[in-house]
């Protein structure tokens, strides 16, 4: 597994889900990034990594700042 990729590909998932205005498409690109932190928590366990158990562990969310946004922009 190249982890430049996979973390770049996580990185996007989450930056599409902050931009997504439909709250499904939201949830589908957050499950997007959990499968790919999750994929890279296997491979870094696999491997022996202690930060293995941060990616398969930690939740992916939206921060609050764009989760305030995303909602005042579809009150509009």
């Known amino acids: 597994m190249d982890l430049n990729k996979a973390y770049a590909a996580h990185q996007r998932a989450l930056m599409a889900a902050g931009m997504a205005i439909d709250p499904q498409a939201r949830r589908d690109r957050l499950a997007d ?3 790919i932190a999750t994929r890279i928590g296997s491979f ?8 293995a158990q941060d990616w398969m562990h930690t939740p992916c969310a939206a921060p609050a700042k764009l989760e305030a946004g995303l909602h005042s922009a579809a009150a509009r």
């Open 44 to 51: 870094q366990q696999d491997l022996g990594a202690a930060a």
């Open 33 to 35: 990034a959990a499968r």
